[in-house]
């Protein structure tokens, strides 16, 4: 199964990935605005990850 995956894939999935600890790291300390802000980058990547598969199915 992980031999389907490109390096790029692997570093959208990270890049998702590490927003969302990051995201969950200010939420838990108390800064819960910019936690929020961070957490709605997940989908953002993933989506940009998706665009890019589909883009480069050619």
Aim: hydrophobic share 60%; charged share 15%.
């Amino acid at each position: 199964m992980f031999k389907k995956f490109t390096t790029t894939d692997i570093l959208m999935f990270l890049a998702a990935f590490l927003s969302l600890i990051f995201s969950e790291i200010l939420w838990f300390s108390g800064d819960r605005e910019a936690g929020i802000f961070i957490g709605i980058w997940v989908p953002s990547i993933m989506g940009f990850a998706i665009y890019l598969k589909l883009i480069n199915k050619d």
